[in-house]
């Protein structure tokens, strides 16, 4: 349970995978939920590691021991998001009821020669962003995805919508490759989208508190932000259950300015108001949290580095 997040193996795998996926685009997503059931009960009884995790998470933002049925019930959405990226990568939003909050400060923000960073978290489904795309098809969303981690449901994501495939931005290249990516999008006035609760291998992070315990976040989006001198705005889809969705934009800064003499404290202070409000929004939707590992252990993986680096715009170092 205390293994870092990223040397978990993805779950459920190709066939698994392109069995819901043809049944969902067969059948329709009604037939394809019945199948959540059994797939929830396998999960429960065979990722121990999981199940450990969704207990303890629940525990902790409930503040009581939490039961099978919680944790099947936790399970449950998990599977549900999955399966909705099927029909919210093809087009099929009309099957949702999606309602969207904050647009209108979102909008204000965007201009054409400058980009903008939305921030979400492994909480929900980013791909009910998409809603924001078909109104405004003028913006080009750029996102940022491992997709080493997640093989099959990257193949997925390239089989359903090639359009969307094209402008992802692999997380799983150097650290400055990925950097000159979002750099490059930023002049273009793309919106960048990118998770920032989990730390690489040989990230940075900082400790900071997050329901009730410290925890580590990683430094490198918003250090990102601070360097291309761009706003970032924190970006949920929140599961409500059934066909419901929320989709929540909310500013955390129109540009992050970090000085050099007590950039590590500004730095840190700016996390803490990210995991805040990422806390905020977990406890209003307790079963929308996808972290399926031991979040709170604070010994980071071999090759961590904790200090916090020094910004630096792409070109400027070697």
């Known amino acids: 349970m205390s293994d870092h997040w990223s040397e978990h193996r993805e779950g459920g795998g190709r066939f698994a995978i392109w069995l819901i996926r043809s049944i969902g685009l067969t059948f329709g997503r009604r037939c394809a939920r019945l199948l959540l059931y059994p797939i929830t009960l396998y999960f429960f009884l065979r990722r121990t590691v999981e199940r450990r995790a969704s207990r303890a998470y629940l525990e902790r933002v409930f503040g009581r021991p939490a039961d099978a049925w919680m944790v099947m ?3 449950h959405s998990f599977a549900s998001t999955i399966l909705d990226r099927i029909f919210l990568l093809t087009d099929n939003l009309r099957k949702f009821d999606i309602k969207v909050f904050g647009l209108d400060d979102l909008h204000a923000q965007m201009r054409p ?26 913006v080009t969303v750029r996102v940022v995805l491992n997709t080493r981690q997640t093989p099959a449901m990257t193949e997925l994501l390239h089989a359903l919508n090639p359009a969307i495939a094209k402008n992802v931005i692999d997380a799983s290249r ?39 315990a410290p925890a ?16 970032i705005v924190l970006c949920l889809g929140l599961y409500r259950g059934g066909r419901g969705y929320d989709l929540v934009f909310e500013t955390l800064a129109e540009q ?20 805040a409000r990422l806390e905020h929004h977990v406890r209003a939707h307790p079963y929308n949290w996808f972290n399926f590992y031991d979040f709170w252990n604070l010994q980071p993986a071999p090759g961590d580095r904790l200090a916090v680096p020094d910004p630096a715009l792409p070109g400027e170092r070697g």
């Open 113 to 138: 020669d400058r980009g903008m960073l939305l921030l979400g978290a492994h909480v929900g489904s980013f791909e009910v962003l998409r809603v924001m795309t078909l109104q405004r098809p003028d």
């Open 73 to 75: 019930r936790h399970i």
């Open 174 to 212: 150097p650290g400055h490759e990925v950097v000159f990516a979002l750099h490059d999008a930023m002049q273009e006035g793309a919106l960048a989208t990118l998770l920032g609760d989990r730390a690489r291998p040989g990230e940075a992070t900082v400790e900071v508190d997050f329901l009730g």
């Open 216 to 231: 580590l976040f990683p430094v490198a989006p918003f250090l990102i932000a601070s360097m291309l001198k761009v706003p």
């Open 256 to 275: 992050l300015d970090l000085p050099r003499r007590g950039r590590e404290a500004e730095l840190r202070a700016f996390v803490q108001r990210y995991a």
